[in-house]
């Protein structure tokens, strides 16, 4: 196996045993033939719409579920990945039959193995079967880039909300990934229009999340626990947390956020539910030691899943395009309603969860909350009060190198104000950094994807203070990156022109020098050193 598409890729250089996130080569081998089929399909349905044909729908979501499922951490379940390289071939021989000009296709248009043939074809499509490191590199840039984008979508379809022109770039720049008659030039201008899209996707999902949901406010979340049973819900699919809320209710069973979903807790529509308790725990990493605690049942809507200890296994279900080998799956497509009547019956047989913490932390801080308090933020900017903002959105992760984000959390000037979104925030959202004239000093605006209202907000202040450059704003970015969202995410705030983003705990490894220089000329994009330097680097 080959894979380095994440941040804890082993040595900083690729997992070729085992994952570090716990991947085995044989699964590895099945993603790897997975996203080369749906590379193939790609190339077939950008065909058809060349020539004028329609796409379906549900053609476009399975494109997005099939990457998603490769996302890290996402599915485990070799059999689950097996089944989709299966339905997806058998797709794509149908869409062939529709198409006039068949010689424009690549070979993977045609390949259509039987599953015996499997693991040998995976063993020749891996990401090492690019030979040049320069292509390779970006290739793996955009195919990671898309990677995010699908999860985004997969969200706002589940939302019945999509965007046919995304889908279409995503099926376009997937298949362009096996063109060899590109350069590195012209995969260097796709990557950037990936950011063009990443931003499209990102508010497609905004406006899903918030046209179903209102907009986000200012909210206390407890991380304390109350004394009935309950279930724990995970990932980032919205429309799973509420469908669970509707059945729970009334059942005497609470419903807790964990990790990324916490920022329910900021959409006005959660708030009706009275056993909607509050949020456990913190970022994915360390699920083992809490889900234990927990006690409940743990439903997993999407990444990030650590292989789970026999201690709770049986207790941990999953859904949408997450799995895990021997874990209950609760399947439902689109426009569905997901049943989650065994797990309820699994909460009342369990305890109520241990507390692990107590208190409450603060959050809501999107678009329209933060431009509700845009007077208030101007002033404080005006007056010096506040003199940086620092974006410290994206991920968290097990690295101890990541101590580096709390440690300059604690070290910020007191004039200075974090803009968060992602599971990054859990470095530092339960110091008590305080607020400057009662506006926090961490602002959370949601959840990675949301990291688009940290753009409509610095869209926003540009406008107010007459500048011509999003880059004269008094905002500096440093990033933390983990898996796949974070790529789609950095490619979007280089299409919006931010310059200067400070990306750690460490570079990806699937940039190659070259392509790591063309970032760092003609974007700034560095690295992180120790707090000390890069406190006097960005306060200077
Ligand atoms: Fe974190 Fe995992 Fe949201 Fe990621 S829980 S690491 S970038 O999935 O997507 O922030
Ligand atoms: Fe390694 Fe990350 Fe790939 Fe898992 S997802 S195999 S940890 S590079």
Not at 46 to 65: C, F, M, P, Y
Not at 204 to 216: F, I, K, Q, R, V
Not at 272 to 287: E, V
Not at 323 to 344: A, N, R, V
């Amino acid at each position: 196996m080959f894979c380095y598409q994440c941040q804890e890729t082993a040595g900083c250089t690729g997992c070729t045993q085992a994952g570090v996130c716990g991947k085995k080569p044989d699964l590895a081998a099945m993603q790897d033939l997975l996203i080369y089929v749906t590379k193939g399909i790609s190339a077939v349905t950008t065909a058809l719409r060349k020539e004028g044909k329609a796409v379906a729908a549900s053609t476009d979501h399975r494109i997005s579920v099939n990457l998603f499922t490769t996302i890290t951490n996402a599915n485990f379940d070799k059999e689950a990945i097996v089944l989709r390289i299966r339905e997806t071939l058998a797709l794509k021989e149908e869409l062939l039959t529709q198409l006039s000009d068949t010689t424009v296709l690549p070979d993977a248009a045609f390949w259509n193995g039987k599953e015996s043939e499997y693991e040998t074809k995976a063993a020749a499509v891996g990401v090492l079967a690019t030979k040049d490191e320069d292509i390779r590199s970006l290739r793996e840039l955009i195919t990671y880039g898309l990677k995010g984008l699908s999860a985004y979508s997969k969200h706002a379809n589940a939302l019945l909300k999509s965007d046919p022109e995304t889908d279409a770039f995503l099926q376009r720049a997937l298949a362009a990934t096996l063109d060899d008659s590109l350069s590195v030039d012209d995969l260097i201008a796709l990557t950037l229009e990936a950011g063009k899209y990443g931003v499209d996707g990102m508010a497609l999902l905004d406006e899903a999340n918030t046209s179903a949901y209102g907009n986000p406010e200012i909210t206390k979340v407890n991380i304390g626990v109350r004394n009935n049973p309950a279930i724990l819900i995970s990932g980032h699919d919205l429309k799973d947390l509420e469908m669970l809320l509707d059945q729970t209710n009334g059942t005497g069973v609470d419903v807790y956020t964990h990790s990324e979903m916490l920022p329910a807790h900021y959409y006005p529509a959660f708030k009706k539910y009275p056993h909607f308790a509050g949020n456990y725990g913190n970022a994915w990493w360390k699920q083992t030691e809490e889900f234990e605690r927990f006690h409940g049942p743990i439903l997993m809507t999407t990444n990030c899943i650590v292989p789970p200890k026999a201690s709770y296994k049986d207790r941990l279900y999953t859904t949408g395009a997450a799995g895990y080998p021997g874990c209950k799956h609760i399947c439902g497509g689109i426009g569905e309603t997901k049943d989650f009547s065994e797990l309820i019956e699994h909460a009342k047989r369990t305890a109520p969860p241990e507390e692990i913490e107590h208190g409450e932390i603060i959050g809501g801080f999107a678009h329209n909350q933060v431009l509700a308090l845009a007077d208030q933020i101007v002033d404080a900017v005006k007056s010096g009060a506040i003199k940086k903002f620092v974006v410290m959105a994206g991920c968290d992760g097990r690295a101890k190198s990541r101590n580096y984000y709390t440690d300059f959390a604690k070290a910020l000037p007191k004039d200075a104000v974090i803009l968060t979104a992602g599971c990054a925030k859990y470095k530092y959202n339960k110091l008590d950094l305080g607020d400057i004239n009662g506006i926090p000093r961490v602002l959370d605006a949601g959840q990675c994807n949301d990291s688009y209202s940290l753009a409509v907000i610095a869209l926003k202040l540009k406008e107010v203070f007459g500048l011509s450059d999003i880059n004269e704003l008094p905002i500096v970015y440093n990033i933390s990156w983990y898996e796949q969202k974070a790529v789609i995410v950095l490619l979007s705030l280089l299409y919006l022109g931010v310059k200067n983003i400070h990306l750690g705990p460490t570079l990806p490894a699937f940039l190659s020098p070259n392509v790591a220089k063309v970032l760092v000329e003609n974007f700034g994009i560095a690295g992180i050193g120790t707090v000390e330097d890069d406190l006097k680097l960005f306060f200077a």
